[in-house]
């Protein structure tokens, strides 16, 4: 009986290999690690380097321009061209500033809309006695969450009067202000931080976008939309570009992704290393079952099957790391939490 459960649960781990063909230990260790799930729809589970390459390489030149890198990840490009499609209301593969004024006008009904909701919520979570409006205390704790000096409040909202939710709306549009300044704490000058791109406005871009100044904004210019994304592109580009000539070729796209294959391979079995020493209570880096036990308890994981899984002895960080990425399974399940929603 042991025997076959066991085997059931190698036939479990294979159909999980089988289901996730495009997962390796480079890619389990990068969505680990820094959150993020690489796009692999344009990917074949047997695409080589070279493969990606020619795909990259329209022009058949034997090397890569950064115009076409940017078109080395398919599935979002095709999420760029839907929303270009949505843009482009005549159908003409341009977006014409007409059509551009009308998706400003779109987006901005949008953030307000978004706004409103949030503000909505805003509004109920501060209204503890859940009357449909606040008195002077709940304003006050309201306006000290949005970081301002909260000296006013009795004079903006006086005894016996109450601020119901239209005032409300209105009154977030304008903070901080005269009557509800920042406080002093947060006056201090602080350079501001735009990230990867600084504001600008609807007309900025669309002049930043046109790039051979026609009027009009085709699909190649409007994959400039996001300076986030192209700030990332950059980077990654000027990494491939090993001999910085503007071009990629052959040999440095396969040393760049080969090389980072490897060092994410080599981050990987770092971590599980780490995985196994956290939980390793007698330091022979292994797993038994009271290690194993802890390990499962503090994920939520039910470990009534935890036998089934020493079946050939203590796991080693190899054996650990490849049963460790099958969790929760038929066989160790999540454990049905008991959360209480409290927003007090």
Same mark, same amino acid.
């Given at each position: ?25 480079? $890619? ?11 796009? $692999? ?55 014409? =500033? ?73 009154? $977030? ?59 990332? =592109? ?111």
């Amino acid at each position: 009986m042991t025997f076959l459960l066991f085997s059931l649960f190698l036939s479990i781990q294979r159909c999980f290999s089988l289901q996730n063909p495009q997962i390796d230990l480079s $890619t389990l260790a990068q969505i680990r690690l820094t959150g993020e799930i690489p796009l $692999t729809c344009s990917i074949k589970e047997d695409d080589t380097l070279e493969a990606r390459f020619r795909r990259l390489d329209v022009g058949r030149y034997g090397k890569i321009s950064f115009d076409d890198f940017l078109f080395a990840d398919q599935c979002a490009i095709q999420e760029r061209k839907d929303k270009f499609n949505k843009l482009d209301i005549n159908g003409d593969n341009f977006i014409e =500033h007409h059509e551009w004024l009308l998706y400003l006008s779109f987006e901005e009904k949008e953030r307000q809309r978004e706004e409103y909701i949030q503000n909505k919520e805003i509004f109920k979570f501060f209204d503890k006695n859940a009357d449909g409006k606040w008195n002077a205390n709940e304003l006050k704790k309201f306006i000290r969450f949005k970081r301002c000096n909260s000296a006013n409040v009795h004079r903006y909202l006086p005894p016996g009067r109450f601020l119901y939710f239209p005032g409300f709306n209105s009154l $977030t549009k304008s903070l901080p202000n005269s009557i509800f300044p920042l406080s002093k704490r947060y006056q201090r000058k602080i350079k501001p931080f735009y990230g990867c791109q600084k504001p600008e406005t609807g007309e900025d871009t669309f002049l930043r976008l046109d790039i051979n100044t026609d009027r009009k904004i085709s699909f190649r210019e409007f994959l400039h939309l996001e300076q986030c994304a192209i700030s990332r =592109h950059h980077r990654k580009f000027k990494h491939l570009d090993a001999d910085n000539d503007g071009f990629v070729t052959l040999t440095e796209f396969k040393h760049f992704y080969e090389e980072r294959k490897h060092f994410w391979e080599k981050v990987y079995g770092m971590r599980m290393n780490n995985v196994v020493f956290n939980y390793d209570l007698n330091g022979d880096m292994k797993l038994n079952k009271e290690e194993l036990v802890n390990f499962l308890s503090d994920r939520n994981i039910d470990v009534k099957n935890i036998d089934y899984i020493l079946f050939h002895g203590d796991l080693t960080p190899e054996q650990f790391a490849d049963w460790e990425e099958t969790l929760p399974n038929a066989m160790f399940p999540s454990l049905q939490k008991n959360i209480k929603n409290s927003f007090y």
